[in-house]
């Protein structure tokens, strides 16, 4: 008898729960970039070898104590460094990142590529710097608007080195990828 009692109140209380309201979307705010400064080495990027590296007092991080290092050996390379992020339908996404390089080199050989690739969109390379950009740390960025369905945003940076003309080092440091409501991503 009281097994029949308890099974009708597990019934009756399971009879009468509210259905649950589906979750609401996830708010157009928030850092997606896992990290952004490097703090924790390639974790959420990938990055060739001994591309993130730790600053030192001749060469400090913009932020925090590391960052990612292009060229620089005065070798034919490339090094590339990327990172994919999810963009929720509804939301915009703003790209910040600092860069700065140190250069001998005399013309254009060496360059640093910074794109950024969206689902739907063509990629698109967002800037391109010689070994004349700044020699302090300065902010560039980049958005894509607002859509209506789900996307990822993969965010590159390709550094080519010549050999035999200078010898070129590009960095860059706190690599920001942040949400924005679908009235500020389309201003």
């Known amino acids: 008898m009281k097994t029949l009692a308890v099974l009708a109140a597990l019934l009756l209380t399971a009879g009468s729960a509210q259905a649950q309201a589906p979750s609401a979307p996830a708010p157009c705010t928030g850092q997606v970039q896992v990290n952004p400064s490097f703090e924790r080495g390639p974790a959420?990027?990938?990055?060739?070898?001994?591309?993130v590296v730790l600053a030192?007092?001749?060469?400090?991080?913009?932020?925090?104590?590391?960052?990612?290092?292009?060229?620089?050996?005065?070798?034919?390379?490339?090094?590339?460094?990327?990172?994919?992020?999810p963009i929720p339908a509804?939301?915009?996404l703003d790209v910040r990142f600092f860069a700065r390089a140190s250069s001998t080199e005399t013309s254009r050989g060496d360059y640093l590529n910074m794109g950024l690739a969206v689902t739907g969109i063509p990629p698109k390379t967002r800037y391109s710097?010689?070994?004349?950009?700044?020699?302090?740390?300065?902010?560039?960025?980049?958005?894509?608007a607002a859509?209506?369905?789900e996307r990822t945003?993969?965010?590159?940076?390709?550094g080519s080195e010549t050999a035999g003309g200078g010898v070129t080092t590009?960095?860059?440091d706190d690599v920001t990828a942040t949400l924005q409501p679908a009235a500020a991503a389309n201003m």
């Not at 959420?44 to 001994?50: E, I, M, Q, S, V």
């Not at 001749?58 to 990327?82: E, M, N, W």
């Not at 710097?129 to 894509?144: E, I, N, R, S, V």
């Open 153 to 158: 945003a993969t965010i590159s940076f390709v």
């Open 147 to 149: 859509a209506d369905t």
């Open 90 to 92: 509804g939301c915009g």
């Open 44 to 51: 959420g990027w990938t990055a060739g070898p001994r591309m």
């Open 170 to 172: 590009f960095d860059v």
């Open 56 to 85: 030192g007092p001749d060469r400090p991080a913009h932020t925090g104590r590391a960052y990612a290092t292009f060229a620089g050996l005065d070798v034919t390379r490339t090094d590339v460094l990327r990172a994919t992020v």
């Open 129 to 144: 710097f010689a070994f004349d950009m700044a020699l302090q740390w300065q902010q560039y960025g980049a958005a894509t």
